[in-house]
């Protein structure tokens, strides 16, 4: 499986972004599928993630109400709709995808959010 994460950019405090992780392999549709950030100096963190059937969520407490995490298991691709940025968002974003919860195997390369004040 490869990932590849786009829609980053610069953009101000309050703006929306959405990013789009698009993933090769027809075995897409049973993935858990995760959003994972990593800030200049800091440890990569855990976003968000959606599972494979019931396409249920899960958020960091930092994101939640501002980002939703979402599939398409027809076009290959999970979204990371984040609305009301901060500055501290700021970081590389980052898809990943797993057979279960917790355990990511695939990963993209990352795509660069930067939230002015």
């Known amino acids: 499986v490869q990932l590849q994460a786009s829609g980053g950019g610069l953009v101000q405090a309050g703006d929306s972004l959405r990013l789009s992780c698009a993933a090769s392999g027809r075995t897409f549709s049973t993935f858990v599928l995760g959003w994972f950030r990593q800030a200049p100096g800091k440890e990569r963190e855990f976003v968000a993630r959606i599972s494979a059937i019931l396409s249920s969520t899960s958020y960091a407490d930092s994101v939640k109400g501002r980002f939703t995490i979402s599939r398409d298991n027809a076009k290959n691709t999970v979204y990371l709709q984040m609305n009301s940025l901060k500055p501290e968002d700021t970081a590389v974003y980052y898809c990943?995808?797993?057979?279960?919860?917790?355990?990511?195997?695939?990963w993209g390369q990352g795509t660069q959010v930067t939230v002015s004040s």
């Open positions: 990943a995808a797993g057979q279960r919860i917790g355990v990511y195997e695939y």
